[in-house]
């Protein structure tokens, strides 16, 4: 049981650059997260998908995309790289745990745009 | 706007000591579910405790424990008889419908 991964763990994008980050849960959760997590500051959320099939926009959109592909998997799309996304991504997949709506979390991926 | 705040940038506890770490949030939702997760230098989130927002008791987890005081929307955490592997940076966040937001943290010392 590995929880959430992500893949890849570290990347480098020039200014214009597309890229794809991968995040898979095998919890059998319905909802699905991305966050970015810039220093000094806490999560924000990105886009959400509350079950397969929908997406959402969360706090701060603008410049990605997201496909939820399957129940497992949830993908972040950035098409056009900007310096302002140098930052710590993270995927997020919620479940009950007791009463409790509960977000876990993969280890992140850190994006560097030049 | 929901909001979460915590007050303390940096704290620091001698180690076996208790430190209380603050947090206040900003809602006007009755029904709502407020977290404490530890991020430790390896940057993964890592869940300590939580409280459903309609339960008076407060949650306990071993050496964790919150002081929930609903009216005042505040949620400290305690960490009891405080370890090295204590020593991380800590979030509290606020969680209503989908939506989790969370504060600024707070960074831990655990001095030997």
């Known amino acids: 049981n590995a929880g959430v991964t992500q893949t890849p763990k570290f990347q480098v994008l020039k200014t214009g650059q597309s890229m794809t980050l991968q995040c898979a849960q095998d919890?059998?959760?319905?909802?699905m997260y991305w966050y970015r997590q810039d220093p000094g500051m806490g999560l924000r959320l990105i886009y959400y998908s509350a079950s397969e099939g929908t997406t959402d926009k969360g706090e701060v959109p603008n410049g990605y995309n997201v496909s939820r592909l399957n129940k497992r998997e949830f993908s972040l799309r950035l098409e056009s790289a900007a310096p302002s996304q140098t930052s710590v991504y993270f995927c997020?997949?919620?479940?009950?745990?007791?009463?409790?709506?509960?977000?876990?979390f993969g280890p992140g991926t850190r994006l560097l745009v030049l | 706007a929901q909001t979460v705040t915590q007050s303390q940038p940096e704290m620091s506890v001698q180690e076996a000591e208790t430190v209380t770490l603050s947090c206040t949030y900003d809602?006007?939702?009755?029904?709502?579910?407020l977290f404490w997760y530890k991020q430790p230098p390896s940057r993964q989130m890592i869940l300590v405790i939580r409280?459903?927002?309609?339960?008076?008791q407060n949650a306990t987890e071993n050496r964790f424990s919150v002081n929930f005081q609903k009216a005042a929307k505040s949620f400290s955490l305690k960490i009891s008889d405080s370890q090295l592997g204590d020593a991380a940076m800590y979030f509290c966040a606020y969680l209503v419908g989908n939506m989790l937001t969370f504060g600024g943290g707070t960074r831990l010392m655990v001095k030997p």
């Open positions: 997020a997949s919620s479940g009950l745990a007791g009463e409790i709506e509960t977000q876990y």
């Open positions: 809602t006007s939702e009755s029904d709502y579910y």
């Open positions: 919890m059998n959760h319905n909802s």
């Open positions: 409280q459903e927002a309609y339960k008076q």
